[in-house]
């Protein structure tokens, strides 16, 4: 090192030295000036396991920009519930795919943005029928209120015939929890707070899964497994055990609002988009 600053003089090897010890993993995207997932943001968990099954390659489908103000459904949107008209037992899904949510004793009330749902924690829920979501990369999104942090419960779910489905809990003390193919694949440190709104998204690219809150990308883990969710249909604040529907637990207490699902992994820098824009800016 010494020969080299005797060679190109002190200005430069100033410059060669900033260069080589500047921490890139520090800094944010260019593009977009939010940070990006990095050492003091994310921790991976994997799973010692490995998945079972088909693993499943990026799918390289390029999420669209969900711009605000823009009244179309960004590229990559499978389904979109802002729950603010409800008729009957029924939310239409404003992604334009045609896949309604059924309210399962869940009632209207106030939600983060206009109307969201009210589940009693006991017996309601919210469930879509043949939603056709993504078997490899995914986003899902939403906003959850709850009205208790002491137990167990499911915030979203699509479970498999064998029980080896996507599951997002809020575990004890209101850590989030990511169970995929069967195995816990991360916990988060940090609280979800009681009696608040907290928006939270889940991103899967490749195999790896990484849990956002609030638009702050948290913990990471992965599996890369090609899901088959057959005719299972998407549940919403409560847990399945047995199969698609079977043995239902860990009902959700409180409300859930805007409910975002597309079938590619959005980029970091879009996660706050979809959180503060509701999906009524989104229709066809």
Aim: glycine residues 10%.
């Amino acid at each position: 090192m010494r020969r080299t600053i005797r060679a190109i003089g002190l200005s430069r090897a100033l410059l060669v030295l900033a260069a080589l010890f500047h921490p890139a993993w520090q800094s944010g995207s260019a593009e977009t000036g939010q940070s990006t997932l990095s050492r003091s943001s994310a921790e991976l968990n994997v799973s010692a396991k490995s998945p079972s099954g088909p693993t499943s390659a990026s799918s390289n489908v390029t999420c669209g920009t969900a711009r605000p103000h823009v009244p179309q459904s960004p590229a990559g949107l499978l389904a979109a519930y802002g729950f603010e008209k409800v008729s009957g037992s029924q939310a239409p899904d404003l992604s334009g795919k045609g896949h309604p949510a059924t309210l399962v004793k869940g009632i209207m009330t106030t939600g983060r943005f206009g109307n969201g749902i009210a589940l009693n924690g006991t017996d309601a829920y919210v469930r879509i029928d043949e939603p056709g979501w993504p078997t490899r990369d995914y986003t899902y999104a939403i906003w959850v209120f709850p009205r208790s942090v002491r137990d167990w419960r499911a915030i979203l779910e699509i479970q498999t015939p064998a029980s080896r489905g996507v599951e997002l809990a809020s575990a004890l003390a209101g850590r989030i929890e990511v169970w995929s193919s069967g195995e816990l694949r991360l916990r988060n440190g940090i609280r979800q707070p009681v009696l608040a709104w907290t928006h939270v998204a889940l991103t899967r690219a490749g195999s790896l899964i990484t849990l956002f809150l609030n638009g702050v990308a948290q913990r990471a883990g992965r599996d890369g497994t090609l899901l088959d969710f057959g005719n299972c249909p998407a549940l919403i604040g409560v847990d399945a055990d047995l199969g698609c529907t079977g043995k239902l637990n860990g009902f959700f207490s409180g409300v859930v609002d805007e409910l975002q699902v597309y079938d590619c992994a959005l980029p970091a820098s879009e996660i706050p988009g979809i959180m503060d824009n509701p999906v009524d800016r989104m229709r066809n």
